[in-house]
């Protein structure tokens, strides 16, 4: 078994059972890409065993700190079956679920969603990539499904010094599906949609948000950065009299647009505009348009922290130009899904965006990711999904 050996001081994040290791922190000793290696504080003692990767900034990621572990196959299956039964008790309103989401689930690396009767994999460490065959088989034994398809395609796995793989690892069959969500139908496609092909994690926000609509009764909703419209579906079934749906992408919106005819929502309630929002957002300014009710979902803006003062700039102008379009009274639902942003940086950077567009407001509520997109207590890292429900005063 090969070691690794830390610089003194370096230990302390391990024996608080954080998952990362840093290049920095390594005095000397290594192993292969994904490679099992033991890890030493400096004078020798156990910390942890971890997945070696050469290639990246988080040299190591630790499997377990059990001094007697094996990491083989049967660890595998242990935690993958672990995971997937947490979700059981999550009482998710959806066939469409997270089941494991990487470090938060003891799995550094490895994200898998289901879709009905079918599962899809990212690979995104060198760790899970060595393991790859054995964590697939150990997905379709805990869930008793046929079907895995790989979506190991993202810019984090240059990182770790792999190549994109997209594919099926275990049967075959239709890319395009359909899920259910709090009563609604939406479709998706596992080859090509974004993540794993759906975000997953706003699904407790899509209820809330249909909620708000409900009970106060919005007449005028503008969606932006709508993919491929959650939130317009969520909007419609609160009983929202119109929905404006923004996005850069066009096979997006069209998506978005059957979303709406699938659930049986009358197409002139709705509608769909393939252009750049911070420019759509000043142009209803000068219009004068006002909406009762606004979703600010945009991609990630900064990764890491080292992005965030970049991103805050980016955030606070589109929620300055939000807050200038919402009623007295109208309510912003606003996002981040940036690593580099924290919760309490995103609170400043909207405070900061009310203050310059001259108005206040309540924070009604603070929102997360879904439950089945965890985090956990000894890794904080895994709330990367932030938002606020403002009401304009």
């Known amino acids: 078994m090969k070691t690794i050996r830390l610089r003194p001081g370096k230990e302390r994040s391990l024996q608080r059972r954080h998952p990362w290791i840093f290049d920095s922190a390594i005095a000397k000793g290594g192993g292969d890409p994904g490679e099992t290696v033991r890890v030493e504080s400096h004078d020798g003692n156990f910390l942890a065993w971890a997945a070696f990767s050469p290639a990246s900034r988080i040299r190591a990621r630790c499997w377990s700190f059990e001094p007697a572990q094996r990491i083989d196959a049967s660890f595998f299956e242990a935690a993958v079956a672990a995971a997937v039964r947490a979700r059981e008790r999550f009482a998710i309103d959806s066939d469409g679920v997270r089941l494991v989401h990487g470090e938060s689930d003891g799995l550094p690396g490895l994200i898998v969603d289901r879709y009905g009767d079918t599962l899809v994999a990212q690979f995104l460490s ?6 790859k065959p054995v964590l697939a088989d150990a997905l379709l034994k805990a869930t008793g499904l046929a079907r895995l398809h790989e979506r190991s395609d993202t810019s984090s796995r240059a990182l770790e010094g792999l190549e994109p793989q997209v594919g099926w690892l275990r049967g075959d069959g239709p890319t395009a599906l359909e899920i259910r969500e709090h009563g609604w139908r939406l479709t998706l496609d596992v080859a090509t949609g974004h993540k794993t ?8 926000s899509r209820r809330i948000f249909s909620e708000h ?3 106060l009764g919005f007449q005028r909703v ?3 950065y709508c993919y491929t419209g959650g939130f317009t579906v969520a909007a419609l079934a609160g009983g929202a009299a119109h929905v404006t749906s923004i996005d850069s992408s066009g096979p997006a919106l069209e998506r978005a647009r059957a979303h709406v005819a699938l659930n049986g929502f009358e197409a002139g309630r709705a509608e769909f505009l393939d252009a750049d929002v911070n420019a759509s957002l000043r142009r209803f300014i000068d219009e004068g348009r006002r909406f009762d009710a606004i979703v600010l979902d945009p991609p990630k803006l900064a990764p890491t922290a080292a992005h965030a003062e970049r991103a805050a700039r980016a955030y606070k102008d589109i929620n ?3 807050f200038k379009l919402l009623e007295p009274g109208g309510m912003l639902f606003t996002y981040s899904c940036s ?10 950077i909207v405070a900061s965006a009310a203050i310059d567009a001259g108005v206040d407001g309540y924070v009604t509520a603070r929102l997360a990711g879904a439950p089945d997109h965890p985090m956990t207590l000894v890794f904080p890292e895994g709330e990367y999904l932030k938002g606020l429900a403002v009401m304009r005063r």
């Open 213 to 215: 609509a409900a009970r």
């Open 126 to 131: 060198a760790g899970a990539e060595r393991w």
């Open 197 to 204: 092909g759906f975000y997953l994690d706003q699904r407790d």
């Open 320 to 322: 300055r130009l939000a």
């Open 339 to 348: 690593g580099g942003i924290s919760a309490d940086l995103f609170h400043k």
């Open 222 to 224: 503008l969606n932006c």
